[in-house]
């Protein structure tokens, strides 16, 4: 077993490794960002209709292998991939399990967190 390494309220890629398997406490809830906001170009290159405007996230509450409760921004990748095994009512996820990849950014800098659902 790893020592907790987890300093935050928010699992971050930086804090888990690829084959962690996490477990859903929750439904989860959109919430306003406190920290992101929209950019200004799409990723087309249009102007962005809600561009400086604090981005909308999904936050969802998961428990690590250490039994530590975190928050998770889920993205739509994760989202999607997870909905195609459980079904779009997060409800529905309380007590499953999804094993994490951590998949480096084409930036070099940042990685993000990928989530493939656990079969029972």
Sequence with gaps: MRP???TTGFLKPDECKTGDIIKFIDAGKEVTSASFK?????QKGTPHPKAGQPK???NITVETSLGEKKTLSLNMTSYTELA???GCDTELWIDKFATITVIPLPNGKNKMISLTAEQE
């Design 4 to 6: 907790s390494i987890f």
């Design 56 to 58: 909308i996230q999904f």
């Design 38 to 42: 929209y950019p200004a170009l799409t």
């Design 84 to 86: 195609k095994s459980w």
